[in-house]
Structure formats: structure tokens, C-alpha cells
């Protein structure tokens, strides 16, 4: 099984997450912002619903001569085998899912049981004047993106039902690591 460790960005904009080696699936992966951190895997398979983002994707899997694939698919019915990666990782995307727990379930069907599944999430402040701004532009934030901008995304992996490793925060709480345990 491979090993991998989730590091905390550096910045928001860098990579977030580094998976050492094995097979590593980027869920709702974009424009391929994360691949420049998996340089180390034997293969990085990309999905995202969106195909317009999917073309910078693959445009980057090429920049960066990794192994792998992008494939247009939809988070929350993926269409890999049971425990087919050892790391899925997935940045700044439950926010945008209709059903978060679906996707997190099918996150945890395709990974190996011995794996790891690393999220990367903004969240609600825990600084009182950031979080009421976040409030205050929430809802048309939604209207504009379909983006949760107050979303919790701990809460829905607890109530997804997964086991949590470890979670760390930074910038004033907008911005959380979420380690989960495959079952
Ligand atoms: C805020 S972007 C994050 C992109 C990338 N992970 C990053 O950190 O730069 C959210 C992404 O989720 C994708 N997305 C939204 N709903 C999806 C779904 N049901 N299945 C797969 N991707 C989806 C969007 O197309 C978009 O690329």
C-alpha cells in the first residue's frame, strides 16, 4: 500500500496535498491545481464534472509528464471499481457537491481500506468579523457559484459516518485538513 501524508498548504494558492506514491484520484480535481504535489504517484486520475475545467487539467497532467488520466465524471457516482486508489485526495469541493455525503461515500468505496482519503476545505471563521462576512455574502455567493461558503465540512464527514484521523485549520479558521480512515 502506499503512504501518503497530508501537509498543510503553505498558502491557500499552493498545493495542498501530497501523496507520496501509489494510484491517487483528485476528486473534483479543476484545473489540476493539485497535481503539481503528486509528482511522487505511479498514477493521478483526475474527475470533474465540469469538461471546461478538465482541459486545464489535462493540460497540467501533460506540464508536469505525470502518469494518469482526466475523466469528465460526477463526484457523487463514480465510475472506478471498489478500492482502486491508495490515496484520493479532493480540494475546496463538498462545498460545491448537491449531495457532499454521497461523494464522500464514493471517496471511500474506490479507496483501499489501508489507504487514505486527505480533504482540503474552506469553512465558516472562527473570527466573529470573518464570519459574519461570510454570512453576509453567503447566499448570493450561492447564487453566483453554488458554492456553500458556511458550509461545515467536518460535520459532513461526521455525518457521512467516516472516521476522522486528524483535522487542522488555518487562516482564522477558513481553511481546513481533513484526514480520513477509509473503511
Ligand atoms: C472550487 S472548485 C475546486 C477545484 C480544485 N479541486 C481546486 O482546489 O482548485 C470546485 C470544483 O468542483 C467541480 N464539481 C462540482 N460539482 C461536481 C460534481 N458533482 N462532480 C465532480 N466535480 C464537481 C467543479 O466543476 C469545480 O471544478
Redesign the pocket.
Known sequence: MATARPVLRRSVSSA?IYAREGRVL??????G??FRSLTSASEVVG????EE?LVHARNELGRLDLEGTVQQ????ALDFPDDSFDTVI????T????DPIA?LHEMDRVCTPDGEILL?EHRRSDAAPLARFQDWRAESHYEK???RLTHDPLSTVEQAGLPVEDVSTAFFGLVTTIDVIPR
Open positions: 495542498a483528485d476528486v473534483a480535481c479543476g484545473t491545481r493539485n474527475i470533474d464534472i465540469s475545467m465524471m460526477d463526484a457523487q479532493s480540494s475546496f469541493s462545498c460545491t457537491f448537491p461523494a482540503l457559484t453554488g458554492c
